[in-house]
């Protein structure tokens, strides 16, 4: 059976948000380059230095389970930066084309929330306390990330052209 | 240009968000079918109810837009789905199947949530009040049924078998 415990849906979803977090690293600068708003573009860069170390957190985190970390593809971060990518082919208006990144980025960082919400309960319950730990830590730094990105759009939104 | 004002930026996600909730129409009774927990399966089908009430919520919201609703793939539902059914795919003891099931969901209703509090945002700055209230309600039902799924998690969880 390939599901067979609790520790094996574990694995299973760490290898899920390890492939993830890698796809988001090639994502990342592509979102920081097209940003027009400075303020944005130096968002995305410093949640790129941050994922790239989450990566590592991720892969430490594989220790409790006693087996190799290991990415399995992530279709739903792929889709969502499918979307996040295709929006930057558009023909926008710069606050515009800010607004739309943002809107991409909220929904990554609530991909990642739920996810990690999810792994930090069964890290608990597993008496994986070295997983939980950093598992706990990435999940602080998603939640930050999304409050910042959400007050600056506060800021993007407005500077966005309402109507035609 | 084809984003130029905040207004296309609403229609472009209103179009998206429409063909997500349509998608998920078609993959909760999966859902509802393979869940083990009776409450589970329950949970699953009256949230199927309220998302087959919600496409036409959504419908509704395009007439501030001046636009005819229109269901524009979204990606990141489609990647989404496609990780919650192939779970159903698995060879998964029951407990775990269920427990995994619950992580897609909450995947699912984050990326709702997401979704929803951008498109509630821009309603209010474009004035489009209708919209903002049909949005509202159903970003409520969405944040409801997160909690609801996250209390269930709890008594899951513990009936999945923790190790081999």
Redesign the interface.
């Given at each position: 059976?390939?599901?067979?415990?609790?520790?094996?849906?574990f694995y299973?979803?760490l290898c899920?948000i390890y492939h993830a977090e890698k796809q988001l690293t090639k994502a990342l600068p592509k979102m920081a380059k097209h940003a027009t708003n400075p303020q944005l573009a130096e968002a995305f860069e410093m949640h790129l230095a941050e994922t790239q170390e989450q990566v590592l957190r991720v892969e430490a985190a594989f220790a409790d389970t006693g087996k190799a970390p290991k990415a399995k593809k992530?279709?739903?971060?792929?889709?969502?930066l499918?979307?996040a990518t295709?929006?930057l082919e558009?023909?926008?208006?710069p606050?515009?084309?800010d607004?739309?990144l943002?809107?991409a980025a909220?929904?990554v960082?609530?991909?990642e929330?739920?996810?990690y919400?999810?792994l930090c309960?069964?890290a608990q319950?597993?008496g994986y306390s070295e997983a939980k730990s950093l598992l706990d830590s990435i999940m602080a730094e998603e939640e930050a990330a999304d409050a910042k990105i959400t007050k600056l759009?506060r800021v993007i939104?407005?500077q966005?052209?309402?109507?035609?």
């Open positions: 059976m390939a599901l067979e415990t609790l520790a094996d849906a299973h979803e899920d992530c279709e739903a971060m792929a889709g969502l499918e979307e295709s929006v558009e023909d926008a208006e606050g515009v084309l607004a739309l943002i809107c909220q929904k960082e609530h991909y929330i739920a996810t919400g999810t309960t069964w319950q597993l759009s939104n407005k966005a052209k309402v109507r035609a």
